[in-house]
């Protein structure tokens, strides 16, 4: 009897390549993280360059445009758009997640390794172009752990240098930052300072310690002692910008700025440090995985330490001093005893309304109770509600009477509106579309600055690689250090120059990104017949998606009371905040 083998069966595998035996390439995604954004940073066209070097090495589609974090920090997830990419890795939208240094994805170890993880589980590749380790091999995944430990090595190092930093300052009687207050000055030599800029300095005034000015150094003392007496913050307010007086950022007083000033009491001769232990809050997550978050307590007088400071203080005589602070944070506790008030937008208008004098947000007031009219769907009268500029209600700074509109007038003056684009006959509408297609660049007005660009984005690349290849040559001792001095000069001013250039196109092509197509006129009818049909809640969602901003002026209740910006024409100009004679 003869016995037969069994033939292997045949596995069917699926085709790997195409039709027409090519090879379909990877498409590559570039993430830029940058921890502290500034006008003038380059690191993150260096990022891009070297990604895309790698890209072009490997033969990598990049399909979207770089996702950059700017100004956040590596050891937070939370603000970042990490859980865009994982979005986007779940709708196979790319092959290959490129950075520059694996440290620009996270300097947290374990939350890094987490969504690492998630991310390759979505059959994702992690590639970093400076330090490129293949993720998928034992070796590469240690060898990418080790990085990110590093990367998590070096932040911690650079928090304790601070910590060690904010112990001298402290034991030298200094505050916390090194920035100028209200009511004092450093020296008459030194150069204005300037918001945003970096703080000049001066022989005279390098200790640190600042000197009371002349000018506002009395009114800060009275500030205190009229608060202490129970004069309210607003009645301080008002009367600060009556006089003219601006905070020492230039701007005019609001109740916030004042506590600001008042709550650190360096105006009393202490300087504040923050309760280690209150500094972070400890967060769970849904999947009950915990996480610290840094804490804002910036007006709560009790989560600092008070120091004796090596600045005098705004008032001679310190037995006073203490008896004001002790009245002052007697009536900050009572007053956070007691709640903070919501800011939750209730009406349909309340996220667009702007006052046309100063350009600030409007607040609303009721009627008086035994004039209302009954409520409607759980909400007052329209009728009964009216907008007034928070500016001149809260810190008279606007030169008249502000401006102010009842919630009906407004929404019958939006109707009214609606109506009239409704009514558009076709060749306004044509021409409006038109004017539109130009600012947005749809037609040939801004398609050259895109162009230029383009272009500038490729010579700042190619300057990288120039960079890089200097770098190279003076490691291989090609050329002396003295001449690749000279030409990493050349290379500086260049790149300066194409970066101002870039900060001044994007600055052209700015306000044409945030202008949407104008809707059809089906759309704009059925937008008009849900208004009328809804809701407060559901009615400020709609205009959210039809208007950018509604100015109010001062007069009557004609249709010159508003001014209305669609969210399909270029963005108002700003106005700045006027002060009362």
């Not at 309304?353 to 109770?369: D, F």
Request: charged share 30%.
């Amino acid at each position: 009897m003869s016995t037969t083998m069994a033939k292997a069966p045949l596995r069917l595998r699926p085709e790997t390549n195409p039709p027409g035996g090519e090879r379909r390439r990877k498409r590559g995604l570039i993430y830029v993280r940058v921890s502290k954004a500034r006008a003038e940073m380059i690191s993150p066209e260096l990022q891009v360059g070297h990604a895309r070097n790698l890209a072009k090495a490997e033969d990598i589609e990049l399909v979207h445009e770089p996702i950059m974090d700017l100004g956040e920090s590596g050891r937070e997830f939370e603000e970042r758009r990490i859980e865009d990419i994982k979005q986007m890795a779940r709708d196979k939208e790319f092959d290959v997640l490129i950075l520059w240094i694996w440290s620009r994805f996270g300097r947290n170890l374990r939350e890094s390794l987490q969504h690492l993880d998630a991310l390759m589980d979505y059959g994702i590749e992690v590639r970093a172009a400076k330090e490129d380790f293949d993720g998928k091999t034992t070796i590469g995944r240690f060898a990418i752990a080790q990085m990110l430990n590093i990367a998590e090595l070096e932040s911690n190092q650079k928090g304790d240098s601070w910590r060690d930093t904010f112990e001298r300052r402290r034991n030298r009687g200094l505050p916390h930052a090194n920035r100028g207050r209200f009511g004092y000055f450093r020296c008459a030599t030194c150069p204005t300072w300037e918001y945003g800029k970096k703080l000049e300095t001066c022989p005279q005034c390098r200790s640190g310690i600042l000197r009371i000015d002349p000018v506002t150094g009395p009114v800060l003392a009275q500030a205190y002692r009229d608060y202490a007496l129970g004069v309210s913050a607003r009645q301080i307010v008002i009367d600060l910008n009556r006089r003219g007086i601006r905070s020492f950022t230039g701007r005019p007083f609001t109740p916030a700025a004042l506590h600001g000033v008042l709550d650190t009491a360096f105006g009393l001769g202490f300087v504040r440090y923050l309760i280690p232990e209150l500094s972070h809050k400890v967060i769970t997550r849904p999947d009950g995985t915990t996480k610290k978050k840094r804490a804002d307590r910036q007006h709560d007088v009790t989560a600092y330490l008070y120091y004796q400071g090596a600045h005098e203080a705004v008032i001679s005589d310190p037995v006073e001093c203490e008896r004001i602070w002790d009245a002052y944070t007697k009536r900050r506790i009572a007053q956070g005893a007691r709640g903070t008030f919501s800011n939750k937008a209730r009406y349909s208008l309340s996220k667009v309304l702007r006052c046309s004098g100063c350009g600030g947000r409007m607040q609303t007031a009721l009627r008086a109770k035994k004039y209302r009219r009954p409520l409607v769907d759980g909400l007052p009268n329209p009728l009964d509600v009216t907008f007034r500029c928070a500016n001149y209600i809260d810190c008279k700074s606007w030169p008249t009477k502000g401006t102010y509109i009842s919630l009906a007038v407004a929404e019958r003056l939006l109707l009214d509106w609606l109506d009239r684009e409704l009514t558009m006959d076709e060749a306004a509408a044509t021409t409006l579309g038109t004017t539109i297609a130009v600012i947005t660049g749809d037609e040939a007005g801004l398609q050259p600055l895109r162009k230029r660009l383009d272009v500038l984005e490729q010579q700042l690349v190619g300057l990288i690689v120039k960079e890089d290849k200097l770098t190279d040559a003076v490691l291989g001792e090609l050329v002396s250090v003295e001449s690749a001095r000279r030409k990493h000069a050349e290379f500086t001013a260049q790149k300066k120059g194409l970066l101002r250039e870039q900060q001044e196109l994007l600055a052209q092509l700015g306000p044409a990104s945030e202008v949407v197509p104008r809707p059809e006129r089906e759309m704009l009818l059925s937008a008009r017949r849900i208004y009328e049909a809804s809701g407060q809640a559901d009615r400020r969602e709609l205009v959210g998606r039809l208007v950018r901003e509604i100015r109010v002026h001062k007069g009557k209740s004609s249709p010159d009371k508003v001014t209305i910006y669609p969210l399909w024409e270029p963005a108002p100009p700003r106005l700045s905040l006027m002060l009362s004679a």
